[in-house]
């Protein structure tokens, strides 16, 4: 079984900076990619940004510039760093963890950016 846990949200105002991780343990034979995705009130789930096994990574056009993802392998866990943020980046943000054992979703954590 796999578990993931996440971290770094919170309350910021409109223009700061937060950092998420999201930390994955359990019986990980073969990690693959991992991703955020974030939810606000009223809307779908959308992709914020992923990052594969070799460290390619993709972003929301929202975010380019923003926002970096990255890895740490040796610790299956991934991060993302959140700077200018407005308030429309609030949201409740989800990790997700794609491995040979399966998909997963971390509980979220709610980032809310005041303006």
């Known amino acids: 079984q796999v578990q993931l846990v996440e971290s770094g949200g919170g309350l910021v105002q409109n223009g700061g900076s937060l950092r998420l991780s999201c930390a994955a343990s359990?019986?990980?034979?073969?990690?693959?990619?991992m991703g955020w995705y974030r939810q606000a009130p009223g809307k779908q789930r959308e992709l914020v940004a992923s990052?594969?096994?070799?460290?390619?990574?993709t972003y929301a056009d929202s975010v380019k510039g923003r926002f970096t993802i990255s890895r740490d392998n040796t610790k299956n866990t991934a991060y993302l760093q959140m700077n200018s943020l407005k308030p429309e980046d609030t949201a409740i943000y989800y990790c997700k963890f794609i491995a040979l054992e399966g998909v997963y979703w971390g509980q979220g954590t709610q980032v809310t950016v005041s303006s």
């Open positions: 990052i594969t096994g070799s460290s390619r990574t």
């Open positions: 359990g019986s990980i034979v073969s990690a693959y990619a």
